[in-house]
């Protein structure tokens, strides 16, 4: 096999053309084929291979909204889900920074598994070990996905909601020097690959589309990272909203609620470290079975859908895009187009994390829990969650008082884990996630230069 280079920029996981032709060829070519060939480090972007953005813009049969609800597709990405961005960004800054060394390092990856797959995909491609802490109680193919990329598997008692614990247990094991946490909920290259990389994806999504603009961009938080897409686009359209959407059956950013909940991937009983609390619009709350059922519809219902007036091949392909995370950030985005009262030139840009490849048990897991689901259950399912979503269950956070509640629960949440009151008074200010963004300009040419004197 040809050498292949250390691994993409910042700039070139936003802009795959800006990579060497060559390169760029042989990524694609093998993307398909041999998913672990070290070169798919040069497939983490957005884009298919003409450059444009893995997007499904949704018929407005299944939102029954006039606005444009635009998905980004996170299934396209090597592993399955955009979460390998992150993973990445991680680890190759601690590679330039020397705090992560080949050979001498165990990387560590606290999850509910997508980041998890990510940090087990990327740690085979560069030639780590990783273990990835994560609940026991997720579903099957996440668990199998990781040990067939060759991570361990430490789990800590619960599901979703309970990632507190994968926190306290990475915090134990990091007390061994060899071990070095790829931390999604509070390492900065994980806000810097999305603000760069999906906030300026988004923005071309929408390029050709409505008014070309973005009105609202929706994203639950897991580890917040997504949302700093947002931070992106509120500097290409000042006049965009941001809503953070969590289960409204852990309603911890809305007022503090703390339950259980089967939405794989958010609500995390916790404002995240890395969360620019400054620019959250909104506050959003989904109910956790509207998604499992979501996605249900969307996978087995393409006959109903197109009952519905939507198209059947658009019905047919929607079977795979979406897992359920993905139905709640358009079940979100369908909510903040109605409150907003969003017209036909509008767009509510929003993420599907991964595709149903992941989800399987979950459905099994609804046939067992549900008395029937039959096609008229499907029917009602889809009137209801989608066409009939509405715009409740949404809190204003605009207001600088409002904003003291989530800064108050981040401090809540990560004094204990050792972070000093300075530190959190410091991200009150937009300057500091403004320079921590700003940094990707200095690890890109340390990439660069690193790559040169591999080749």
Known sequence: MNKIPFGPTYEEMLHPETIDPAVRAQALKVKNDNELDPINLFNINWKDEHNRVHKIVLPPQLTGVEANIVVLLGKYFPSGSHKVGPAYATLIEGCIDRTILPGVHTILGPSTGNFGIGVSYICNLMKYDAIVIMPDNMSKERYDRIRRYGAKLDLTP???SDVILTLQRTYELKKDPKNRPLAQFELMPNYRFHRHVTGHSAIEAVQGIGNGRIACFTSAPGSAGTLAAGDAIKEAFPEAKIAALEPYECSTLTDGGRGQH??????DKMCTLIHNVLTTDFVVQIK????????????DGAAILVEMGVKPEIAEAMKDLFGVSGVCNILGAIKMAKHLRLGPGDNVVTIATDGYDRYDSVLTDLRRRVLEIEPFVLRRWARDIFLKTEATDIADYRSWTMKEKLFAQKEQDWLPFGYSKEYL?????MNFWDDEYAKIREYDARIIKERSSKS
Request: aromatic share 0%; glycine share 16%; net charge negative.
């Open 262 to 267: 089967r939405i794989e991937g958010i609500g």
């Open 425 to 429: 008074e410091a991200m009150k200010k």
């Open 288 to 299: 956790d079975d509207d998604c499992v059922r979501g996605l249900k519809v969307l996978h």
């Open 158 to 160: 619960g599901t979703e």
